[in-house]
């Protein structure tokens, strides 16, 4: 009960970031050089006239510039986030009929980056100043360096293209017609690539603070007298260490959730992933800018809901918040 | 500052990517006797592989990929450090006047900061370039706008660590106008906690900028890395090189800063070795 009380607060914290995401996007519109008409009809003369006419009047842009953020502000409440002319469709629809695949990419990217990252954090702590230490520190450096879309392209050429054991692109093979779990390994194939090129920064993020986390609690006073009892060291690690370890690990991932999904508009671009990246990359190709401007909104929610979860999670790992 | 840079000469990995930088400045500097003439021009027949007429080979158009490279490396650090600076200089404004002014206006400005942070950087600077138009003044902003964040905290938090000190107190009870100690006390004893945190800056700059123009939002007049990969992406089951080279371009630069900041993090802000 105190649980769902605290999620209401904590619902309610996230409500100015949605006003601000709202206040933003109405300044980019109005940033736009030109008719703010002509922006959310997307560029040069794609729409008719009589569709600027009536952009001109829903938007309330024959008006003050207070009406038309009072207008902006109740469309968006409605998630009406207008109509897309080349899409032929309301990009409200555009963009949850894109949410699937992209969810299914950064969950599945993000678990593997949190897991992996934790076991080879605690692996380079554990063995700290060995052999494993220095190859896990170095490997974390150059992930750190490695543009994702580059890395995408690479395994491209290596994975699909010389070796031929995985797929190039897209969610499944078209005209395969797989049903039940032929599909989901499908799938699969078709994800491990992008789902990697992902991952490996986030992978490396997560095994440095991962690191310095396991160090840092290694030497409180609670470890030596764990040992003090006779406790073997794995015991220490993984009834003691771990979880409090865990913490800046959870922390840095609500931290990174933004970024996720940025990176997933390139990754998604390259491996032809169906999702809102793609969806983004296709917007920007035609200067769809009100169907971007919409994919910004609802991504910006995404991360408030990851943020959310993660709040969730980090208090019930550590018992000692107050909620 | 002096024994910080003998601390940053003892750490060899920052030494190893200092020099990785200086070969890469020299590329810059040097490119024009390189490479004269404008690297859009067609140097020879399309998709040559590396290493014979071509040391990286030419890309679709004939193009040679090397001098796209060389470049490109300008384009890079341009932005790279113009973004950097604008996010320096705003971020420290917004990060001084929330520390030094404390009270309303710092969780004012600290909620602006903290949304900023929230919000999913690289779709909003996708959004600024897509709407100011590409070029690289537009680019520099659009970084800009989603880097600052970082640097208004660092300095908002130096701001507070100082504020109660005695040479404030003391320039204060001489009567200095604010604007005088901000600038002329506080700032300077922030210096060096912003060239390490900067320097980083720089990198994911580098890193944005490829994005940006790996998904056509770089200036299409200016060779850089980015649109070098994007143009290659079309052959790449053919001509492997055109993407690889400029990507492998791409890591070394960032990771030369990457090492560089981490040297310079461990030699001027010993209270940060351990993050």
Known sequence: ?323 | MKAGLLRFARNRMAVFGAAVLLALLAIVVLCPLLYPGDPFRLAGPPLQPPGQHFLLGTDTLGRDVAAGIAYGARTSLLVGVGATLAAILFGSIVGGLAGYYRGMMDVALMRVTEFFQTIPAFILAILIVAILSPSVPTEVLAIAAVSWPGIARLVRGEFVALGGREFVLACSGLGASDTRIIVRHLLPNCTSSIIAVGSLLIGTAILIESGLAFLGLGDPNVMSWGLIISAGRAVLRSAWWICAFPGIAILLTVLGINLVGDGLNEALNPRLRDR
């Open chain 1, 1 to 323: 009960m105190r649980l769902v009380r605290y999620f209401g607060y904590r619902l309610l914290l996230a409500l100015p970031v949605l006003a601000g995401i709202i206040v933003l996007n109405f300044f980019l519109i109005h940033l736009a050089p030109g008719d703010a008409a002509s922006v959310l009809a997307g560029e040069s003369g794609a729409a008719t006239p009589a569709y600027m006419d009536i952009l001109r009047h829903k938007f309330g842009l024959d008006q003050s510039l207070g009406t038309q953020f009072l207008v902006y502000v109740f469309n968006m409440a409605r998630f009406d986030l207008g109509y897309s002319f080349r899409n032929d469709s309301p990009v409200a629809g555009l963009i949850l009929d894109r949410m699937g695949p992209t969810a299914l990419l950064m969950l599945t990217a993000f678990s593997v980056a949190v897991v992996l990252g934790t076991v080879l954090g605690l692996v380079a702590a554990t063995g700290r100043n060995s052999w494993r230490d220095a190859v896990i520190s170095l490997v974390s450096l150059i992930a750190y360096a490695t543009p994702a879309f580059w890395l995408g392209l690479m395994m491209i050429v290596v994975f699909a293209i010389r070796l031929a054991w995985l797929p190039t692109s897209g969610f499944d093979t078209v005209g395969a017609d797989y049903e039940g779990w032929d599909s989901v390994l499908d799938v699969g194939r078709h994800l491990i690539m992008p789902a990697s090129a992902l991952a490996l920064f986030y992978l490396a993020l997560y095994a440095r603070v991962m690191r310095a986390s396991v160090l840092e609690q290694t030497a409180q006073d609670y470890v030596t007298t764990a040992r003090a009892k006779g406790q073997t060291e794995r015991r220490v690690m993984t009834g003691h260490v771990l979880r409090n370890a865990l913490l800046p690990v959870v922390t840095m991932a609500g931290v990174q959730a933004g970024n996720l999904i940025g990176g997933s508009v390139v990754v998604e671009t390259v491996f032809g992933w169906p999702g809102i990246g793609t969806l983004a990359f296709d917007a920007l190709q035609s200067r769809d800018l009100n169907l971007l401007l919409g994919i910004f909104f609802v991504s910006a929610c995404l991360v408030v809901v990851i943020n959310l979860v993660v709040d969730l999670i980090y208090v019930t790992l550590d018992p000692r918040i107050e909620i």
